[in-house]
Every structure is written in structure tokens, then in C-alpha cells.
């Protein structure tokens, strides 16, 4: 079966401008959750979806918001891009919850110059 | 809050040497465990879970790992690196709420040990 596709792979993005971020899940998988990956931080968890609620979320400020579609389907958007917003954005997708195996897209590269 | 904490940033090896990563997480109750590997180009993939059980759980391509829970500690292990094991390899932990596997629906990760095997 088809794996997580997030789309684009890659952005470049000024600073101020605002971002937004695709993810589409595995078929029949209902949990997404988004993660910031950076080479000092490693993964940050950003926040968790299920149903169209979000559930969880981490410590990142509010220009950082994400939302689900009745189709599992994620999205997140950074608004006022700082140039520390660099970084890989990861989404995961889960059958139904994020204790159970999360598997991974490619990410999308997003560089703020 | 949990954490966990991935002391060896980089390791260097030599085929067919031993490999240990550690991993040693912080938090007072019941706990799920994984390890994840990214290859070079690669998105990331399960390497290995614990949720319950055998605390010595074997992964894929020959890693294994063992949870101690008085140590707070899920290393990973494997008897024999090969050059393909070159990967960036990162703990991660989920809190396990109530008697069930059920989590808090967030993973933790540490920040990652990054592995060279030299050929």
C-alpha cells in the first residue's frame, strides 16, 4: 500500500511569509501528527491529529497550526516565517493511535531566507 | 514530562564490530519504547518496539534492544555492523496512560546518534 506522502519535498520561503505543509496518511489511518526535525533538536513534536481534532500538541508557539480533513488528510501552516523555522517537517501517520507503530513521509525541506 | 536522552552523538565502527547505542529515557510511570532508523535520503522507519512483555525485543536487520526499567534504558544493539547500518538512529518514548497500550499520542525522541560504519 501506498506510504505517507507529503508534499512539496521541497520549499523555499522568505521571512514573514506564511507556509503551508501536506500530509496524506496511510489509507485507513486516522492519527497524524507532525514533528520538526532540526540537526541540534532532533524531532520536536509538533502536534497529533485524530478524526479532524487535534489531540495533542507540543511546545511550539501559535504561528505554528495544523488541521485535519474528513479524509485523514493533514495540513500545517507556519505563519511569519522566522529564519529559525529551517528545518525538515516530518508528518506520521497511525492506524488510530500514536502509541502504535508511526510510520513516516520523506518530509518537506523548508528553508527561510 | 518525558525525555530522552541519546548520549553518543556520533559513533564510528568498523564492519563486523559490535554496535551498542544507548538510550535512557525520564519518566515515573509505564512507558512504550521505539527506536527508528533514517537512512541517508530515507524517511524514517521502525526499527524495533517494546510495549510490554520479553524485555529483550529483536528488530529488524539483526538490531536488538532491551529495556531495563531500573536503568530507565532501552539501548540497541548489534552483534555485527555492516556498512548499510550507516544511519542517523533515534530512541524515542511514549507515556502509556492507563493499564492499557494506549499512549498520550506523542513521541518523544531523543536527538539522534548518528552511525558510520567504515567498510
Known sequence: ?113 | AQSVSQHNHHVILSEAASLELGCNYSYGGTVNLFWYVQYPGQHLQLLLKYFSGDPLVKGIKGFEAEFIKSKFSFNLRKPSVQWSDTAEYFCAVNARLGGSNFGNEKLTFGTGTRLTIIP
Open chain 1, 1 to 113: 500500500k501506498a506510504g505517507v506522502t507529503q508534499t512539496p519535498r521541497y520549499l523555499i520561503k522568505t521571512r514573514g511569509q506564511q507556509v503551508t505543509l501536506s500530509c496524506s496518511p496511510i489509507s485507513g489511518h486516522r492519527s497524524v501528527s507532525w514533528y520538526q526535525q532540526t540537526p541540534g533538536q532532533g524531532l520536536q513534536f509538533l502536534f497529533e491529529y485524530f478524526s479532524e481534532t487535534q489531540r495533542n500538541k507540543g511546545n511550539f508557539p501559535g504561528r505554528f497550526s495544523g488541521r485535519q480533513f474528513s479524509n485523514s488528510r493533514s495540513e500545517m501552516n507556519v505563519s511569519t516565517l522566522e529564519l529559525g523555522d529551517s528545518a525538515l517537517y516530518l508528518c506520521a501517520s497511525s492506524l488510530d493511535r500514536a502509541t502504535t507503530e508511526a510510520f513516516f513521509g520523506q518530509g518537506t525541506r523548508l528553508t527561510v531566507v
